[in-house]
């Protein structure tokens, strides 16, 4: 027979911390500031923890990938306890703060209740459970009518081909090519704005273009909406911050960020992102830098002229 694999169980924090001492034969098995980097970005998380509430133990000690039970108060001071894995990636694609508690998400989208019918009453017997519960229910949910109640019936589930479906309004263009497309989403941020002015004063390129056309479906839809879109140079450029609430970009959106990444590249194109917040860079060419100033065309215009070279990058400079 093959062997199982074990995968590890969490464990309290101080089972965990103590396992770890004996373990590493060290009192302080992780120094502070260890993973200082590793958890900078997700401000959030670090707004929700307490040290009070883990035992003393900073979150910079421990390792994003531990398996431990940790502590956690959200901004409505509820307390809950998950692991470093559950809370980093728990965001999902859901943009409220409420999305980081488990308690916050509950109380914003509550369950509506099942009606499920009553069990049919055995003739000749009626016992005070039953009469009791068939009173308090009305008729129609008492099971004494053909068929089963509607609102015990799950509605359907969606097919396999209606999920795998992808938007026909993109056009039908060779994979690489940019256009203008219709599903787009209209630029939200004012930095995204600026910046798009500020490398328009210094370089031309085609204005209009919002879409790059993929190989491969990208979610439901065969193209990809970045930032800035450089046609002639074919490289978009993307703006990175951890937003409002400090949501964006970190956890399942990261992840989403590299497939995103992969597909332009699939297409031909390469990806310079900008990257803010303590972001870490995903690909060779992203810039970390702490947000847009006069300086960040300039070395925006530098890795352009990494990624296509000076002769290239300068024809195109005003």
């Known amino acids: 027979m093959a062997a199982r694999t074990v995968l590890p169980m969490p464990e309290p924090v101080a089972a965990w911390w103590a396992r770890r001492q004996w373990s590493r034969g060290l009192d302080v098995p992780y120094a502070t500031g260890m993973y200082r980097e590793a958890w900078a970005p997700f401000p959030v998380l670090v707004r929700q923890y307490h040290p009070e509430f883990n035992g003393g133990i900073l979150l910079t000690q421990i390792p994003p990938t531990a398996e431990v039970y940790l502590c956690w108060q959200c901004d409505a001071g509820h307390v809950f306890v998950a692991t470093p894995a559950e809370q980093r990636s728990r965001p999902g694609r859901e943009r409220r703060r409420s999305s980081w508690c488990p308690d ?3 109380a914003a989208n509550p369950r509506a209740p099942v009606l499920r019918p009553a069990p049919p009453a055995v003739e000749g017997v009626q016992t005070s459970r039953v009469a009791a519960t068939t009173a308090s229910v009305p008729a129609a949910a008492t099971g004494r009518f053909a068929g089963p109640h509607p609102l015990s019936v799950r509605p359907p589930r969606p097919s396999t081909r209606a999920a795998a479906r992808v ?3 993109t056009p039908h263009l060779p994979p690489g090519e940019a256009f203008a497309s219709q599903c787009a989403p209209k630029p939200a941020s004012a930095v995204e704005a600026q910046l798009r002015f500020d490398l328009a004063a ?4 085609e204005p209009g273009l919002t879409a790059v056309r993929l190989a491969r479906p990208f979610f439901d839809h065969l193209e990809a909406w970045p930032d800035i879109v450089l046609s002639e140079l074919r490289v978009a450029i993307e703006y990175d911050s951890t937003g409002r609430h400090g ?4 956890g399942k959106r990261e992840e989403a960020d ?3 990444d992969r597909a332009l590249r699939a297409a031909g194109w390469e990806v310079l992102r900008i990257r803010t917040g303590r972001l870490p860079a995903l690909g060779p060419y992203d810039l970390q830098v702490a947000g847009l100033t006069k300086k960040t065309v300039g070395l925006v215009l530098d890795r352009l ?3 296509r070279g000076s002769l290239f990058v300068d024809a195109y400079l005003r």
Do not use: I, N, T
């Not at 949501?247 to 970190?250: I, K, P």
């Open 104 to 106: 916050c998400a509950a």
């Open 167 to 169: 938007c026909a309004k």
């Open 202 to 205: 210094r370089l031309e390129f």
């Open 247 to 250: 949501l964006e970009h970190v």
């Open 258 to 260: 590299r497939r995103k």
């Open 305 to 307: 002229r990494e990624v």
